[in-house]
């Protein structure tokens, strides 16, 4: 008999439960379980860190009372056996289990789908979505290098670790193979895609639209996360253009007057031409320090920017108002090469060509355009050898962090956006390592939080396929970004929203927002706790130095400051929760 489950959220772990017999205990209180096999599916369902511990796993595919994926999973694992994840197309994260080669398979798709992590000991194996409740169920304390790693670069988790030790991350298109009889432990990837021929701009529209369709095709009640910026303008162009969901189309929007870039004119026209319900919301201070413990819980792991608060208010006001489906525009930068950091890699790539024209061109048009060497200066940093970028990351740019922990765990400064590398892999880096995973993971917990389903166009195999084949200079071109983009939405987007010269998304205004008074006295609370002092990743002092310098109008330090925060908010909620 062959078993198989799509995904980890907790309607399904509901069905698991009402199908198959699960021993539970009450875990929400004392975070015990009682186990009854070798092999446990845990799960903070609807952000309840309750354990689920089942002597077999099963959506039985025989059955006709549930959805038909497992039955296709299970099908396609007949047909393919072990080579079943690379026949199944879309966003996926799979348990497969063969009853009668007392085999385990856990798959997740290439495009970021929802996190599927493990852990394994001597006696028994574990796997869950949620890294909290894998670590409550094993009792295991977080991951000092994974912190320190989060800390220095960015954000970026970008090895097969999770924020706890011993607990492991299944990495996009990775397969994993576990045999129940003998506890080995075998893990491969899926076939690299063949990318199509280089993707015009008609052939990028023409997925995009079929994204943005397929999104929503079917669902009655939906809303759309609205920034006034391109990509969530031309998705609701595309469904305004059909008549593709059968209530009348909601959008969502975060207003903030102290934006760098005030939208809400674009935003109340865009509305108003195409008779939208429109729901919008303006974060106060005072609401950031009482939301970010919560936020903390439900995403389980620290916070690295405020675009993840701003998605989780907006999926609670569209939960408000009885929305099934949201749909979410996040994802555009990282395929097109939107983010000035991108530049960098675009000028090493003109180096590497010996295209010194193209190089000089280039670095005078971004100049022209945003009056600021920032990529430049990155490109120089990315340079130089690995034991001066860790020196200049443990002194100059980061000098509250512990030098000695961080070469201890993380050696040379080689990761993330300080690796030298040219512009596709550094796309490719952030697509399926980077930032596109995390993006998927928020969005992940912050949905499962409202009990919304996210449903997000440029996560698509296809979109991302066809962006990943658009070569550099189709992408970068006399300073600005994203080109072929822009140019492949022109027939969905008013002219003036195309040209600017803006990149918008779902930001809060971080450096005025963290300078109000209600997170300045939060922040130093945590700052001064005992707690915080006593951690190993930082040192206090100079880090309380550096808050004090921001909060009086210093440099920018909001991303490592919010980093830091939530940093120790996360390790607090863990102390409680082994207490």
């Not at 903070?44 to 002597?55: C, G, L, Q, R």
């Not at 299970?74 to 026949?87: E, L, N, P, V």
């Not at 295991?140 to 030790?165: C, Q, V, W, Y």
Request: glycine letters at 4%; a neutral charge.
């Amino acid at each position: 008999m062959i078993y198989a489950m799509n995904g980890l959220s907790g309607s399904e772990l509901n069905l698991l439960q009402e199908m198959l017999p699960v021993s539970i205990r009450d875990a929400s209180l004392s975070f015990t379980v009682k186990q009854s096999g070798n092999l446990a599916l845990a799960s903070a369902a609807d952000s309840d860190d309750s354990i689920y511990t089942v002597d077999r796993l099963s959506l039985i595919c025989e059955s006709s009372t549930i959805s038909p994926e497992p039955a296709l999973i299970a099908a396609a694992y007949k047909s393919h056996g072990r080579d079943f994840a690379s026949k199944l197309e879309g966003r996926f994260s799979v348990c497969i289990h063969d009853a009668e080669k007392e085999v385990l398979f856990l798959a997740r798709s290439r495009p970021a789908s929802a996190p599927l992590y493990f852990c394994r000991d001597r006696t028994s194996f574990a796997f869950s979505s949620s890294q909290a409740a894998l670590a409550v169920l094993k009792n295991l304390s977080p991951d000092s290098a994974a912190i320190m790693k989060f800390l220095a670069f960015d954000g970026a988790n970008e090895n097969p670790m999770s924020f706890f030790r011993d607990i492991k991350l299944i990495e996009p298109g990775e397969t994993l193979e576990f045999n129940l009889k003998s506890g080995e432990l075998s893990c491969f990837s899926l076939p690299e895609q063949i990318l199509p021929e280089n993707s015009d701009s008609e052939t990028l529209r023409r997925i995009f639209e079929d994204a943005v369709r397929s999104s929503v095709k079917g669902i009655d009640n939906a809303g759309i996360f609205f920034s006034g910026g391109t990509d969530s303008r031309a998705a609701l162009s595309v469904l305004s253009s059909e008549d593709l969901i059968r209530k009348p189309l909601s959008t969502f929007s975060v207003i903030s007057e102290k934006r760098r870039i005030d939208e809400t004119r674009l935003i109340n026209e865009a509305v108003k031409l195409g008779g939208y319900r429109q729901f919008s919301l303006s974060i106060k201070p005072e609401e950031f320090f009482e939301d970010l413990p919560n936020l903390v819980r439900i995403q389980q792991s620290p916070v690295s920017n405020l675009s993840i608060y701003a998605q989780y208010k907006l999926m609670r006001l569209a939960a408000l108002e009885n929305m099934g489906t949201v749909i979410d525009c996040q994802g555009g930068d990282e395929l097109f090469a939107g983010y000035p950091y991108f530049f960098s890699s675009f000028f090493y790539e003109k180096l590497k060509q010996f295209d010194l024209p193209g190089f000089i061109f280039e670095n005078f048009a971004f100049f022209r355009r945003s009056m600021t060497f920032y990529p430049q200066i990155l490109l120089i940093l990315q340079a130089m050898p690995a034991h001066v970028k860790s020196l200049i990351l443990r002194k100059l740019v980061k000098p509250w962090m512990n030098g000695e922990l961080l070469l201890r765990h993380v050696g040379s400064a080689s990761a993330g956006r300080w690796k030298l590398c040219d512009l596709s892999a550094a796309r490719r880096q952030a697509v399926f390592m980077g930032r596109m995973p995390e993006i998927a993971a928020a969005a992940y917990a912050n949905a499962l939080s409202c009990k919304l389903r996210c449903v997000m166009p440029f996560m698509d195999k296809d979109m991302q396929d066809a962006a990943l084949s658009v070569p550099s200079d189709a992408l970068i071109h006399g300073g600005e970004s994203r080109k072929i983009f822009r140019e492949a939405l022109s027939p969905l987007l008013p002219e003036p929203l195309r040209k600017r010269k803006d990149r918008l998304s779902m930001w809060l205004p971080e450096n005025d927002f963290l300078r109000q008074a209600p997170c300045v006295s939060f922040m130093m609370d945590i700052s001064s706790s005992e707690s915080f002092k006593s951690r190993e990743f930082w040192n206090w002092r100079i880090f309380e130095k550096e808050l004090r310098r921001f909060c009086n109008g210093g440099s920018d330090r909001s991303q490592d400051i919010i980093r830091v925060i939530s940093c120790e908010l996360f390790l607090q909620s863990i102390h409680r929760k082994f207490r």
